[in-house]
Each structure stands twice: as C-alpha cells, then as structure tokens.
C-alpha cells in the first residue's frame, strides 16, 4: 500500500514568489492534515480536513496561505507571497476514521531567499 | 503555549543500555499519546501509543508508560540499537478537537557502537 506521497521534496525560491505543495494521502483516509515544522521544533497543525471540508483552519496564516482538498483526495497548499520566515518543512499526513494515528509523508523542505 | 514538552533536546546511550525519553504535557483533555521516530529528510513515523485509560503499552522493545497524575510519559527502549538512533517526538491528542496531534519539539536519541 502506498504511504503518503509529497511533492516536490524541495523547493528553493525568492521572496514574494509563490509556491505550492501536493499531497496525496493514502486511499480511503479521509482526514487529511497539513503541518509545518521549523527547524528544531515540532509539527505545528496548519488545517485540518474531513473529506473536502477543512474543520479546522485556525492556525493558517489566511493572508498568504491557502489551502484546497477537491473532491475529498488529493490537497494543495499555497503561500503567496513567500516570506523568509516560511522557510520549513510543510508536511502532510492523513487517517483513518479512527484517526488514532497519522501517517506522514516525507515533507517538503521549503527554502525562502 | 507548548502543550507538550521534551525537555531533553539530545540523548546519548550506548548500544544494549535503556534508552528512557521524557515526555510532559499540561492540557488534562489530551486522551491519547503517541511516539513518532523522525529519521533526516523523511517524515515522522508512528511507533507507539497509549491510551489515557492505560498506564503501560509495550510493543517489542518499545515501552511507553503513562502517568496520568503527574502529566507525564516516558519512552523506554531496550536494548537500545544504533538503527534507534533519530529524532524522537511525543504527541497528544485532546479528547474535543478532533484527531489533530499536538508535538513536543522532539529529542535526538544517538545510540553508540
């Protein structure tokens, strides 16, 4: 069974520049979540969504990013314009309905100049 | 605020000691615990968890131990291998929000030959 599948795994690029990141969780998970780890820190939750709907979006940073998960599979996340400071990894994960645990994909390291 | 806390950044153990990690954390609605192991350049991945109904979960050489009244779990592993050497984070699921996790900032486990 396939995991969690990210892309792309880095992205270099200058500020006020956007960028995107896709995520496709694994089959038949249909909780998908998006977090952001700094460097030395742990994942911080971004959004979190049921099926197509994100239930929970109150750490997004809503004047730059977005977020969208047509069709309940597949999602993307956007940040326009970039800052220095978005430098991270942006990971995804998904679950289950138990939801008792959260599968990662490997990340995608985001580097802002 | 940082709900959960690893306040030990690093560890060193020897190869076939115990490798005991730390875990604290302050919100009394969290049900449910978990143990991610991070290797670089990939995402975290699951490797044990409790329920808060629990005091001990035990899967191989992976012990985690829940102590409800002092807030407070530990990871054992014995004995500990160089391959366990990673990134270790704790998480924490509140009974009222969903499956999203709160992180700790992790700790670094080096096992030594």
């Known amino acids: 069974e396939a995991g969690v599948v990210q892309s792309p795994r880095y992205k270099i690029i200058e500020k006020k520049q956007p960028v995107a990141f896709w995520c496709n969780p694994i089959?038949?998970?249909?909780?998908l979540y998006w977090y952001r780890q700094n460097l030395g820190q742990g994942p911080e939750l971004l959004i979190r969504?049921?099926?197509?709907?994100?239930?929970?979006d109150s750490q997004l940073p809503k004047d730059r990013f977005s977020a969208e998960r047509l069709k309940g599979v597949d999602s993307t996340l956007k940040i326009q314009p970039a800052e220095l400071g978005d430098s991270a990894v942006y990971l995804c994960?998904?679950?289950?309905?138990?939801?008792?645990?959260?599968?990662f994909g490997s990340g995608t390291q985001l580097s802002v100049l | 605020d940082q709900q959960v806390k690893q306040n030990s950044p690093s560890l060193s153990v020897q190869e076939g000691r115990i490798s005991i990690l730390n875990c604290d954390y302050t919100?009394?609605?969290?049900?449910?615990f978990l143990w991610y192991k991070k290797y670089p350049a990939e995402g975290p991945t699951f490797l044990i968890s409790?329920?808060?109904?629990?005091d001990k979960n035990e899967d191989g050489r992976f012990t985690v131990f829940l102590n409800k009244s002092a807030k407070h779990l530990s990871l054992h592993i014995v004995p500990s291998q160089p391959g366990d050497s990673a990134v270790y984070f704790c998480?924490?699921?509140?009974?009222?929000?969903?499956?999203?996790?709160?992180f700790g900032k992790g700790t670094s486990l080096l096992v030594t030959p």
């Open positions: 089959s038949g998970h249909n909780t």
């Open positions: 919100n009394s609605m969290f049900d449910y």
């Open positions: 994960a998904s679950s289950g309905w138990s939801g008792e645990k959260l599968f």
């Open positions: 409790i329920s808060s109904i629990k």
């Open positions: 998480a924490a699921r509140p009974s009222n929000s969903g499956y999203a996790l709160n």
């Open positions: 969504y049921e099926n197509e709907e994100a239930v929970d």
